[in-house]
């Protein structure tokens, strides 16, 4: 277990901690980090907590931009007026996420750096082209969250090193949804067997951008990108969005899992649920607009 644990109150203190303590790691909510120490799973001399650093705790919209710091939690971003209505996936995604004390606790960005495929606000981050600017020794560097995967709990940010700040979610405009959808054995305390999240937008009755994420089906969670081009163009009827979420069943490759369940049963569960999570968007879509212009 660490010999130390070090409270920072800044970025530059916590690189600064970093630096000066080699094999030491930061920590915000710990719940997979804690567990793994605990299994012997990983090995750290000192641990760097951020929690006290104000602006990795912040939700905001400017430039058409929302921003979420890299230490918002779960029940953050769940109960964020803003981020429920401008990005409704991302809340539904944080929503889902293990148990009340987990949400509390865990971070947007330490679900992200856990890189686990099926990482539920991870998946939605995908789904709606998120950023995430990193800090480390070098300065600033600007990633989606998309290339942030170097295989399962293998991450392209180095936490002994660099840390996540906040990420950033361009608005589309009007006409823009999102959904989630997830397969779990209960509704509540279970790892999903399946998890969707989709970013649509549409105007003048047709479809004109779409993301769509699916997750566990391979090493990281899976953009879609075929899917999406089904959809574009497009009036997204019931059978235009049965047939984006046919090819996105076709691009996954789930394996058989004794605790997820067959490959076989996964990928034709990837269609409902890719189907589920586009209806629910493109009926945002529609209300929304409805509502706000009166058409």
């Given at each position: 277990?660490?010999?130390?644990?070090?409270?920072?109150?800044?970025?530059?203190?916590?690189l600064a901690m970093l630096a000066a303590n080699p094999g030491a790691r930061l920590i915000a909510g710990g719940t997979d980090l804690v567990i793994d120490l605990k299994e012997e799973k990983r090995q750290v001399n000192t641990l760097v907590d951020i929690t006290r650093i104000p602006e990795l705790k912040t939700?905001?919209?400017?430039?058409?931009q929302v921003i979420l710091g890299a230490a918002v939690t779960h029940t953050m971003a769940a109960t964020s007026p803003l981020i429920r209505e401008k990005l409704p996936a991302l809340a539904a995604a944080a929503?889902?996420?293990?148990?009340?004390?987990?949400?509390?606790v865990g971070t947007l960005a330490g679900n992200v750096v856990n890189a686990q495929p099926a990482a539920d606000t991870a998946v939605a981050l995908v789904a709606l082209g998120?950023?995430?600017?990193?800090?480390?020794?070098?300065?600033?560097?600007r990633v989606p969250v998309a290339e942030l995967y170097a295989g399962v709990?293998?991450?392209?940010?180095?936490?002994?090193?660099?840390?996540i700040t906040r990420f950033t979610v361009d608005l589309w405009g009007e006409g823009e949804a999102s959904a989630f959808a997830r397969l779990s054995p209960r509704r509540a305390l279970s790892l999903p067997l399946l998890n969707v999240a989709v970013r649509v937008q549409a105007e003048g009755g047709r479809c004109t951008r779409a993301r769509i994420c699916v997750a566990p089906v391979a090493q990281q969670p899976l953009l879609c990108e075929e899917a999406a081009t089904v959809l574009v163009g497009r009036e997204p009827d019931a059978d235009?969005?049965?047939?984006?979420?046919?090819?996105?069943s076709a691009a996954a490759r789930p394996r058989d899992s004794l605790l997820r369940?067959?490959?076989?049963?996964?990928?034709?569960?990837t269609s409902v649920l890719v189907k589920r999570?586009?209806?629910?968007?493109?009926?945002?879509?529609t209300s929304r607009k409805t509502a706000i212009y009166g058409e």
């Open positions: 277990m660490p010999r130390q644990y070090l409270f920072a109150t800044s970025t530059a203190e916590g939700i905001s919209a400017t430039g058409g929503a889902a996420v293990g148990s009340p004390q987990v949400r509390n998120a950023v995430a600017i990193i800090l480390g020794p070098e300065g600033e560097r709990g293998r991450s392209r940010v180095n936490p002994g090193r660099e840390m235009v969005i049965a047939r984006a979420a046919a090819a996105a369940g067959s490959s076989t049963y996964r990928k034709e569960m999570a586009l209806s629910e968007a493109f009926f945002q879509a």
